[in-house]
T-cell receptor, first 110, second 114 residues
Framework: RKEVEQDPGPFNVPEGATVAFNCTYSNSASQSFFWYRQDCRKEPKLLMSVYSSGNEDGRFTAQLNRASQYISLLIRDSKLSDSATYLCVVFTGGGNKLTFGTGTQLKVEL | DAGVIQSPRHEVTEMGQEVTLRCKPISGHNSLFWYRQTMMRGLELLIYFNNNVPIDDSGMPEDRFSAKMPNASFSTLKIQPSEPRDSAVYFC????????????FGNGTRLTVT
């Protein structure tokens, strides 16, 4: 089993829709969780951290479910500019080492 | 803040040649990471340094790959000899030491080995 797994998609949604992605992780001792966004042919950039109590940043909501070992990202009122690949990132093991999922591709269409 | 600076942006080389990729992390960041990204395998951690010391190089594919960090402001990733299967985008990233701190990526080097 991979350390971090994501549905690769693509998720094709109309503008204004609500879309959610899940990401599962295998190590129950994982401590920190993040969502990164990567545009085509660009570098990944931090979208948001994921806190135990869940957190929201504008149209984006991130949640953590430790019992089932997954994190989620919800995007409300999706925009064309949200089209990108969303990478789930989990801190596992000792030291400052992050494991990236392979990403979920989102395409927002008119 | 200049961000993480990588060079070159693009590199095209012939099989068997030596390739050197360069990275300047953000000033004050204690950790530096080299990642490789391909369509098939996604982002793979090759090696990371903490305070200029290599901590985990288990992701380095084989002896043809080597990385150095002679000081806090510079790192290199060398491939010798290069092979077509090394073609990928190589990202350098840096972060503060805390595991809660995000990674800041450079623009990447797109390597093509023919």
């Amino acid at each position: 089993r991979k350390e971090v797994e994501q549905d690769p998609g693509p998720f094709n949604v109309p503008e204004g829709a609500t879309v959610a992605f899940n990401c599962t992780y295998s190590n129950s001792a994982s401590q920190s969780f993040f969502w990164y966004r990567q545009d085509c042919r660009k570098e990944p950039k931090l979208l948001m951290s994921v806190y135990s109590s869940g957190n929201e940043d504008g149209r984006f909501t991130a949640q953590l479910n430790r019992a089932s070992q997954y994190i989620s990202l919800l995007i409300r009122d999706s925009k064309l500019s949200d089209s990108a690949t969303y990478l789930c990132v989990v801190f596992t093991g000792g030291g400052n080492k992050l494991t990236f999922g392979t990403g979920t591709q989102l395409k927002v269409e008119l | 803040d200049a961000g993480v600076i990588q060079s070159p942006r693009h590199e095209v080389t012939e099989m068997g040649q030596e390739v050197t990729l360069r990275c300047k992390p953000i000033s004050g960041h204690n950790s530096l990471f080299w990642y490789r990204q391909t369509m098939m395998r996604g982002l793979e951690l090759l090696i990371y340094f903490n305070n200029n010391v290599p901590i985990d190089d288990s992701g380095m594919p084989e002896d043809r790959f080597s990385a150095k960090m002679p000081n806090a402001s510079f790192s290199t990733l060398k491939i010798q000899p290069s092979e077509p299967r090394d073609s990928a985008v190589y990202f350098c990233a840096s972060s503060l030491e805390s595991y809660n701190s995000p990674l800041h990526f450079g623009n990447g080097t797109r390597l093509t080995v023919t």
